[in-house]
Nanobody
Framework: QVQLVESGGGLVQAGGSLRLSCAAA????????MAWFRQAPGMEREFVAAISWSGTVTAIENSVKGRFTISRDNSRNTVYLQMNSLKPEDTAAYYC?????????????????WGQGTQVTVSS
């Protein structure tokens, strides 16, 4: 069992940056692949980025590639999403997720545990 708590969301102007954090409580954090998904109002939840248990494999959704970076610190049981050059279309609730997997899954149904989400709002 893993409990996930996101933080770092907020209101930022277009072109700005935010760093989201997801702290995991529970055993064997290093055994889990981690990911970020997001959901805008009226839209389905979509994949943003994922990272393998070791941090050596990452996957990034095309619309954020070159702007967002996912990383993890297994000594702190934390995964991060650095978001630069933010755009209004990045506005969404961002969710952290954990999967019992050795790679970096991109499909929502591969993830077993979810956080409550943190809101990111980008103004134009």
């Amino acid at each position: 069992q893993v409990q996930l708590v996101e933080s770092g969301g907020g209101l930022v102007q277009a072109g700005g940056s935010l760093r989201l954090s997801c702290a995991a409580a529970g055993r064997m954090f290093e055994n889990y692949a981690m990911a970020w998904f997001r959901q805008a109002p009226g839209m389905e939840r979509e994949f943003v980025a994922a990272i393998s248990w070791s941090g050596t494999v990452t996957a990034i959704e095309n619309s954020v590639k070159g702007r967002f970076t996912i990383s993890r610190d297994n000594s702190r049981n934390t995964v991060y999403l650095q978001m630069n050059s933010l755009k209004p279309e990045d506005t969404a609730a961002y969710y952290c997720a954990a999967a019992v997997a050795r790679h970096a899954p991109v499909k929502e149904d591969e993830y077993n545990y979810w956080g409550q989400g943190t809101q990111v709002t980008v103004s134009s």
